[in-house]
């Protein structure tokens, strides 16, 4: 089993390296694919990822496959995949005979995963990897409880109002703490707590401060939903453009984002118009 030094190590390693931007995905491709639907970097796109490492020498991780089948069956109409990863030896029959009788559905593929490799801290399977939407690792361990609770708490941020208050702790400035929330223009507010940065007292400057660079990192935040959504869920795209261009009318990206809605508003009628016509062929 993993220690929790080690995942916790996984975690911080695996953060840093795709905090700036959309995961890239490692054998993502027909020669390692083993069963299940197979995918493309545009199926994962702006989707919450677990990766389920598995092995037919390690009893336990095979064990666990009906557990994850579970998790991916409850989520699965929600912007969630599950892929499982299979890191032991090339062996077809065998590998394919344990997913025929775990009555796996998800897609397998062979040495699948963020790339470059998570593995930083990996002894062996099992081992989960839960990667969310913005393509940030957010857990990797061997517990299927705690990966779960992990995927529920990430699912739920997806479509939320995005505060703009990060983990700020409001003291002199509770009055503002409802005021910013995506959607609402923030250009008086920022002024304003730009001025009291410059207060004399050190208090008032440094959460004045501290709720400025709140802001400025959902700015961040909120670019980067946007740049993911463009193309696996226009209609989000437009939605998020939209609050974005409401809380800052006058940034750097306001005129391309406008210049944006039209084709995003063409891409997504022709996704509906898609989605339809699959639906009436079930």
């Known amino acids: 089993m993993m220690t929790k030094k080690a ?22 491709d027909d020669k390692s694919h083993v069963s299940g639907p197979k995918l493309t970097e545009t199926d994962l796109l702006g989707k919450v990822v677990l990766v389920y490492y598995w092995d037919l020498s390690e009893e336990t991780s095979v064990k666990y496959l009906p557990e994850v089948e579970k998790v991916w069956s409850s989520f699965k109409t929600k912007k969630f995949q599950v892929v499982g990863n299979y890191v032991g030896s090339k062996n ?23 790339d470059p490799d998570p593995k930083v801290g990996f002894q062996k399977a099992p081992f989960f ?121 006058k940034d750097d990206s306001a005129k391309e984002y406008k210049d944006a809605i039209a084709d995003l508003k063409k891409a997504a009628a022709e996704r509906a118009k898609a989605a339809k016509e699959k639906a009436k062929e079930k």
């Open 7 to 28: 995942a916790i190590v996984a975690v911080c390693a695996l953060s840093a390296l795709f905090a700036s931007g959309a995961a890239k995905w490692k054998n993502l």
């Open 129 to 249: 990897n839960v990667v969310s939407h913005r393509g940030v690792s957010v857990y990797g361990g061997a517990g299927v409880k705690d990966g779960t609770e992990k995927i529920v708490d990430t699912l739920s941020t997806i479509g939320m109002p995005i505060s703009l208050c990060g983990d700020v702790t409001f003291k002199k400035f509770k009055s503002l703490e409802k005021q910013l929330a995506l959607g609402k223009n923030v250009s008086s507010v920022i002024k304003n707590l730009e001025k009291q940065a410059k207060s004399k007292d050190s208090n008032v400057a440094a959460e004045a401060q501290e709720i400025i660079s709140a802001i400025d990192s959902a700015r961040g935040d909120v670019k980067e939903d946007i740049e993911l959504y463009r193309e696996a869920d226009p209609a989000e795209a437009i939605r998020l453009i939209n609050l974005f261009l409401k809380t800052w009318p």
């Open 92 to 114: 077809d029959e065998k590998v394919k005979e344990a997913i025929q009788k775990n009555k796996v559905t998800f897609p397998v593929y062979y040495n699948f995963s963020l």
